[in-house]
């Protein structure tokens, strides 16, 4: 009985988790360039039981049970791995000049306060200094570094090659990694490399005037939160369930007559 109620605990935490993800995509649904997170619940690694000292012999060739094994006893449930999907997400067009969006494996390299890190969210502006730049103020990077576009008018060709005026200024700095799953997520829509991150030859189509489209699709993360909400519930029952005849067997069965 009590094993019961842990067991449900544990069905009820990995469903909470699995929910916050999926909240969390909810919220970022209209996040330019954001990738979801998924969550894989699993089993919890099973205990064998068998008996003990039930009709055991001796024989010639040592002690044999008869009845050695009962069966696998379950214990529970645990989200076994949470990951990022890393799929491609909608491209559209928004006719503004400082928007790009990447269509293939890769990210933008952009530098903020010393540090670098990758995005796919490709809203970009221009600041007084003429630097591109994001949302949030992080310098976007061509080859050479901070890319500087002035104040005229730029185009970026599918190459992420950099022109102002028929003049060559700089490339894109577009980084592809071999596992974008070894990225570390460090929150504003941002990731950064990591220890086991192997950075890779770039296969990246930039298109200037369009942007990238979060890949949640709102129906599906609806669908898997009713489910997740239902999951959670049933454990919840079961507890209850548990503690009422827990306190019958408290109260009731083992009194003393």
Do not use: C, W
């Amino acid at each position: 009985m009590i094993r019961g109620l842990q067991m449900s605990k544990q069905g009820m935490i990995a469903q909470q988790k699995k929910q916050d993800n999926i909240s969390n995509n909810i919220v970022n649904a209209s996040t330019h360039g954001y990738k979801k997170d998924q969550s894989v619940i699993g089993a919890k690694p099973e205990m064998f039981i068998h008996r003990l000292n039930d009709a055991i012999y001796d024989t010639s060739f040592g002690r044999r049970d008869l009845k050695p094994g009962v069966g696998a006893l379950g214990t529970g449930t645990i989200v076994d791995e949470t990951f990022t999907n890393f799929s491609q997400g909608p491209v559209t067009q928004t006719d503004r000049t400082n928007d790009f969006a990447l269509v293939g494996q890769g990210f933008f390299t952009v530098s903020h306060n010393g540090e670098e890190y990758l995005t796919r969210d490709g809203e970009f502006n221009v600041d007084t200094q003429g630097n591109l730049v994001t949302n949030k103020g992080a310098f976007v990077l061509g080859q050479n570094g901070p890319l500087n576009v002035g104040n005229a008018d730029f185009q970026v060709n599918e190459q992420g090659e950099v022109y102002s005026d028929g003049e060559y200024i700089d490339t894109l700095n577009i980084t592809s990694v071999e596992n974008p799953n070894s990225l570390l997520k460090m929150g504003e829509n941002l990731l950064q490399l990591t220890d086991e991150s192997e950075v890779v030859e770039a296969n990246t189509t930039v298109r200037q005037s369009y942007l990238e489209q979060s890949n949640v699709n709102l129906a599906e993360e609806m669908v898997d939160m009713l489910a997740t909400m239902r999951a959670y519930e049933a454990n919840q029952r079961a507890i209850q369930t548990h503690d009422e005849t827990l306190g019958k067997a408290v109260n009731e069965i083992a009194q003393l007559r």
